[in-house]
């Protein structure tokens, strides 16, 4: 009997669900600390939004996102924030911090004692095996298999690629590594088993900063102006104190992408009843910051079109222009959008970039909440040639209007006509 002990504890061991080690055994091990999180409407009494959380520590901190909570956080005297376990019990949570930039948030609960999830000391290895574990569509508890692809590339904004598939209910869940320590926390997914995380540091650091010290609606969207600030305070600086590579398009030197966390597209067309030619080419910074739905700031982008008049003459070539220039929006309808905004004021005068002129349409729409940030947008048209034509837009989300200005002036010094 002796020789087969030892072999039969080697096989409970390996085998699902019983093996310390395995997803199965953390998820067994963790449920207790694992929570629903709703965001309830207080008139009717019913959950608004859903998501996950997870405790972190004895005294019941719980970690979720900030966009799960983003609606409290705009109207706190409407909204209850609950923590539902997996037996049932609810708990009304207070919020103690977030951190808008990584969206996550760090809620107080009654709920007090273990287990906690501990915080892994750094990311995992390129290619290792991790879970995330979340409420999908409020079926319950679900534990998702996939790989560490490292830090998202061309972001400005620190996010895993995570190869698993996270659905909704699952945000502000934990992704744990092999060892059972909280890598990073849900925040969203690309769909066709790509997804994202927010890295364990920024989580640590929430945890680290001084809590609220109130939840009046000043105080929580002074804490957001604080944060959109200080960020496009750096983005800003980085990009001001790089060097920006150009490039010929059309008749222009013009410049590329200004930082690495820009991508490029673009497209050629011949209009085929008048003959003109239109190319087109952007760049845009892949990541924004999310402050509510419909509402996002922390990006830039720029485009080039280039204009051809073809078999149109010089008065229909002018208004071709006039048209395709008269948009302040670049890509997505951005300009004049919201009640988020107040004070717009556009300006049109014209320039001279080197000896060649430019007709230059300028807009700025300072924010409600934020009285420090602002939209900037500039349309630059060359005119004086019948034959062709460049219009360049430029749109700055969320900046002071100094770096806005700063930007610019930067921008215009690095476009040159070659004809």
């Not at 977030?98 to 609960?109: G, P």
């Not at 061309?154 to 909280?182: C, R, T, W």
Request: charged share 20%; proline share 5%.
């Amino acid at each position: 009997m002796k020789r087969w002990y030892l072999p039969l504890l080697f096989l409970l061991w390996c085998i699902p669900g019983l093996a310390s080690g395995t997803p199965q055994h953390y998820f067994k091990i963790y449920q207790p600390a694992l929570y629903q999180v709703q965001l309830v409407d207080i008139e009717s009494n019913e959950k608004s939004v859903i998501g996950s959380g997870f405790r972190v520590s004895s005294d019941g901190r719980i970690i979720t996102n900030y966009h799960v909570v983003g609606d409290y956080i705009f109207d706190p005297q409407n909204y209850r924030i609950i923590a539902l376990t997996q037996d049932g019990l609810r708990d009304t949570l207070q919020l103690i911090n977030f951190d808008i930039l990584h969206d996550c948030a760090v809620l107080q609960s009654n709920l007090k004692g273990t287990p906690v999830l501990p915080l892994a000391l750094q990311n995992p290895a390129h290619g290792e095996r991790m879970y995330a574990i979340g409420n999908p569509y409020d079926l319950g508890m679900t534990i998702v298999e996939g790989n560490y692809n490292g830090l998202v590339e061309k972001s400005f904004y620190d996010k895993m690629h995570f190869s698993g598939s996270l659905n909704p209910g699952m945000s502000g869940g934990p992704a744990i590594n092999q060892q059972g320590e909280v890598v990073g926390i849900n925040v969203s997914t690309g769909g066709d088993q790509i997804s994202f995380i927010v890295p364990i540091r920024y989580i640590d650091a929430l945890l680290h900063e001084a809590p609220l010290d109130s939840l009046t609606e000043e105080v929580l969207q002074k804490r957001i102006g604080d944060q959109l600030y200080a960020n496009q305070e750096r983005l800003v600086k980085n990009l001001l104190d790089a060097s920006w590579p150009t490039a010929d398009f059309g008749p222009c030197s013009l410049p590329e992408a200004i930082s690495e966390v820009f991508s490029a597209s673009g497209h050629s067309k011949t209009d085929d009843e008048r003959s003109y030619s239109y190319h087109y080419k952007s760049y845009a910074m892949n990541d924004n910051v999310y402050i509510a739905d419909g509402f996002q700031l922390g990006d830039i982008e720029y485009g080039y079109q280039w204009y051809e008049a073809g078999d149109l003459n010089p008065s229909q070539f002018a208004q071709l222009l006039t048209n395709r220039s008269a948009s302040l929006s670049l890509g997505n309808n951005w300009f004049y959008l919201s009640d988020d905004e107040v004070d717009t004021a556009t300006k049109t005068r014209y320039i001279r970039l080197g000896d060649t002129p430019w007709k230059a349409l300028l807009g700025i729409t300072n924010l409600v909440d934020y009285p420090d940030l602002y939209k900037i947008s500039l349309n630059l048209t060359a005119v004086g040639n019948s034959k062709e034509s460049m219009i360049v837009k430029v749109r700055i989300n969320g900046v002071s209007k100094e770096n806005g200005t700063a930007l610019l002036k930067k921008f215009m010094e690095h476009i040159v006509w070659n004809r």
